[in-house]
């Protein structure tokens, strides 16, 4: 599996980057860790003619912990995101998804931008950026805007991203103190994707509820996150089986998915609530 011929740019700032997809057009793609890009590439699934790294952009790289928000660079490793100390204490439910993305050699290079950016509905991180309520900033041509987790994702691999943005930062509240949180994930092996993941956030008279890998996008619910927060339990569930559109693949026919998706719901409420304090 060798992929077709490319030429290689590694720009050491963003306007350079953002000035190769211009002059390249559809040619071009950034790469970040390359987990997702690399292997379509080899497959001849995608075939370009230039592809931009963006490991010598410092500007999007980095952790910032603040009174309200955390600030992470899209070029933050996932082993960054689990060793960040603020991160983990501010965010717990963050470290705790990141222990779960594939193994510790893919999280050493794979970075939190690419695992959002590219729309792949298995990711992680997408469902956890959308029960966090995050935010992501794109830079293109004409500047900079923000665009909510929850109205970035419109299909499988199509995002709210123009063709000539970059994904450079993610912007996510901290919740109240007290509320519990939980990730909780089942797949077939070390490394692979979710059958099915649930986010789940609990706090006092409110709740934010996510899953992964059971539509075309990632499913924020929220009648879900509604009926958790009056303490209906059966009712976010209800709610959340109701939002899913689970397709039959390698990893089961519907009818098992929608039983795995149940299941892994109730452990993550129950672990959200158990961490409440």
Not at 4 to 9: K, L, N, S, T, V
Not at 100 to 128: C, E, F, K, S
Not at 160 to 182: H, K, M, Q, W
Request: charged share 20%; proline share 5%.
């Amino acid at each position: 599996m060798i992929p077709a011929g490319f030429e290689y740019h590694r720009p050491a700032d963003l306007t350079s980057a953002i000035g190769i997809l211009q002059e390249h057009g559809d040619e071009a793609r950034v790469v970040a860790g390359g987990h997702s890009l690399i292997p379509m590439m080899k497959l001849r699934m995608a075939e370009l003619g230039h592809l931009i790294d963006l490991q010598d952009i410092d500007a999007m790289k980095g952790i910032a912990v603040g009174g309200d928000t955390v600030t992470i660079g899209a070029m933050t490793t996932q082993h960054e995101l689990i060793v960040h100390d603020g991160l983990g204490a501010a965010l717990p439910i963050l470290r705790e998804a990141a222990l779960q993305i594939a193994d510790p050699q893919v999280r050493y290079v794979g970075t939190i931008g690419g695992n959002v950016a590219n729309g792949d509905p298995g990711n992680d991180m997408p469902g956890l950026m959308q029960c966090l309520n995050a935010r992501f900033d794109l830079t293109g041509p004409d500047g900079s805007r923000q665009v909510a987790a929850r109205d970035f994702y419109e299909a499988a691999y199509f995002t709210a991203r123009e063709d000539e943005e970059i994904l450079t930062a993610i912007i996510i509240p901290i919740p109240a103190p007290g509320t519990g949180s939980a990730y909780i994930k089942q797949k077939r092996k070390i490394g692979d994707y979710a059958t099915a993941a649930a986010a789940v956030l609990v706090g006092d008279g409110t709740a934010s509820v996510a899953m992964t890998n059971l539509a075309d996008t990632p499913i924020w619910s929220e009648a879900a996150g509604a009926a958790l927060a009056a303490g209906d339990i059966d009712g976010c569930a209800a709610a959340m089986l109701g939002a899913i559109d689970p397709q039959e693949d390698m990893r089961g026919p519907v009818a098992f998915k929608k039983h795995v998706a149940a299941v892994v719901l109730r452990r993550a409420i129950d672990s959200a609530l158990s961490r409440r304090s």
